[in-house]
């Protein structure tokens, strides 16, 4: 299934950034992809977190995916050996954790209620949000982590813009750009093209007023289908002999 339109390749991006408000300890492996090793739907839930807690409670789970996006909410048991996923990356509409062994407290509200979200000012680490899409624009993205930018010393300002989605098509009309900063409070409406090459920062973050996002590898657009051909005429009556 297409994971996005922005234009960009496909690739699977593996960082570890551990989650600590949740009651099942977890860690992020790999963003917007999934693991071809078979797999078992654990059921709906709103964030990774509650799909933890469900993974967490089946007998055997050590790996799940999360869905965002148009798959929003689905949970599945992975069945892979470890986290290298040797079976091979699928890009798509999930991201793949690992569970630890150790869990942690947190409050109800983050398994499957209305909270879709922490706040920035609650997220330490890292945040997962829902796709933002719209049908009139091409670029399909994923905010990696609220509050913060990329410590890179190497951003390139965009026009200013209204909303996320336009700030990530201004990225992805712009050559190589792959991650940006949309702005909040004091920088709101600001757009930057940030130019660190991995999802997890290896420069180190920066606490600010951004969101930091990254667009979506683009699986190509299976062409429309021919229309059938008109059916023939009908074949004339048989001759009688006189």
């Known amino acids: ?106 409050p109800d509200s983050l398994d499957g209620g209305s909270t879709l979200l922490p706040s920035p000012e609650l997220d330490t680490h890292f945040s997962y949000d829902l796709q933002w899409t719209d049908a009139s624009t091409d670029a399909s993205f994923h905010r990696i982590k609220a509050g913060y930018e990329c410590d890179d010393g190497a951003n390139t300002k965009l026009r200013d813009v209204d909303t996320p989605q336009e700030c990530a098509d201004s990225c992805a009309n712009y050559g190589n750009c792959t991650f940006f900063l949309y702005g909040f409070n004091t920088k709101r409406k600001q757009c930057w093209v940030e130019w660190t090459h991995s999802a997890d920062c290896p420069e180190g973050w920066e606490k600010d007023d951004f969101d930091f996002y990254m667009l979506l590898p683009a699986v190509p657009r299976a062409p429309p289908s021919s229309p059938s051909p008109p059916a023939p005429p009908p074949a004339p009556p048989p001759e009688t002999a006189h």
């Not at 960009?8 to 949740?22: I, W």
């Not at 693991?35 to 509650?50: E, I, K, Q």
């Not at 799940?64 to 798959?71: E, H, T, Y």
């Open 1 to 106: 299934e297409a994971v996005g339109r922005a234009r960009r390749g496909r690739e699977a991006t593996h960082m570890l950034a551990n989650l600590s408000h949740t009651s099942a300890s977890f860690d992020l492996v790999g963003s917007a992809v999934e693991c071809l090793s078979n797999d078992t739907l654990l059921g709906n839930v709103l964030t990774p977190a509650g799909c933890a807690r469900r993974c967490k409670s089946t007998p055997g789970c050590e790996f799940f995916v999360s869905g965002f996006g148009d798959k929003a909410g689905r949970c599945y048991q992975e069945y892979t050996a470890n986290e290298t996923c040797i079976e091979g990356w699928e890009v798509d509409l999930y991201d793949f954790y690992k569970l630890n062994d150790s869990p942690a407290d947190t």
